[in-house]
């Protein structure tokens, strides 16, 4: 496969709710440890709320970047157990996830939800990463554009980013967690599709990423694909072993 590192190639690590605290800044030590150089790469990890701020501190001036991996839209307040996008960006934050498939599955995260905290996020200063992607009945039935075209525009008819950066990650639900990664191919489509559509909201650059089951061993199929700006990782991005791989396998190619 003939490969060029494009401008720009993201490499997100969202750690879920799989680390500790003592796990997660052994993990961003040793990481720190392989002096990554970012000209042309961008990596970011998203740890739990918990060990944020000890993980940004370690990783400030460096060139790995730190996101909170959800957000709330109100800037403080009576809301028991949550989080403000304006304290993730006070404790080091560069990035946010928001609408990822487990907020909107599990936690029952409207896209009206989704808006807000995109909202708070370009008020704050923090880049959103806004996480868009079907279901296997989706994709059954034929609705996969249908049900992406409904998430980017609750998302993003009339935003005004401000200035601020957007990025997009395309995870569909059925290839997050379960092995069953989306072909390259079809990830490029769609990524492809994704790419026009945001132009409907949005001018300047987009980059999209592709997220659900990437690994070391999987992880060049896309990111040697013009359209696909990067991957953002989950299981893969928690151990040291499984995340320097994939990273490396990135640089080397
Ligand atoms: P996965 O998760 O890599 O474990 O499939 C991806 C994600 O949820 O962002």
Redesign the pocket.
């Known amino acids: 496969m003939t490969y060029n590192l494009k401008p720009k190639t993201y490499i997100f690590g ?1 750690w ?1 709710m799989y680390l500790g605290f003592d796990e997660s800044n052994i993990l961003v030590h040793a990481l720190l440890q392989q002096k990554y150089v970012a000209d042309n790469m961008c990596i970011a990890i998203f740890p739990s709320a918990l060990a944020i701020r000890e993980v940004a501190m370690a990783a400030q001036d460096t060139p790995i970047a730190v996101g909170a991996q959800n957000v709330n839209w109100n800037p403080k307040g009576a809301y028991t157990g949550e989080v403000s996008a304006h304290m993730f960006k006070d404790v080091g934050c560069t990035y946010a996830l928001i609408g ?3 907020r909107r599955h599990i936690f029952g995260e409207s896209n009206e939800d989704v808006r807000k905290k995109l909202e708070a996020c370009v008020d704050v200063g923090l880049i959103p990463v806004l996480c868009i992607g079907e279901t296997k009945e989706d994709r059954e039935a034929g609705k996969t554009q249908y049900r992406l075209k409904k998430q980017l525009m609750k998302a993003l008819d009339g935003l005004d980013m401000r200035g601020g950066q957007l990025i997009i990650a395309y ?1 569909p639900v059925w ?3 379960t092995g069953d990664a989306c072909l390259p191919d079809d990830a490029r489509d769609v990524i492809g599709w994704i790419r026009e559509e945001v132009k409907l909201y949005q001018s300047g650059i987009v980059p999209v990423l592709y ?4 690994s070391g061993d999987n992880v060049v199929s896309y990111v040697s694909q013009t359209e696909i700006d990067g991957v ?5 991005s928690s151990t040291y072993d499984t995340f320097s791989t994939l990273i490396s396998r990135v640089i080397s190619k």
Not at 211 to 214: D, F, P, Q, T
Not at 232 to 236: E, F, N, P, S
């Open positions: 969202n879920k990822h498939s487990e995870e290839a997050i967690g997220g659900g089951s990437v953002l990782v989950g299981g893969a």
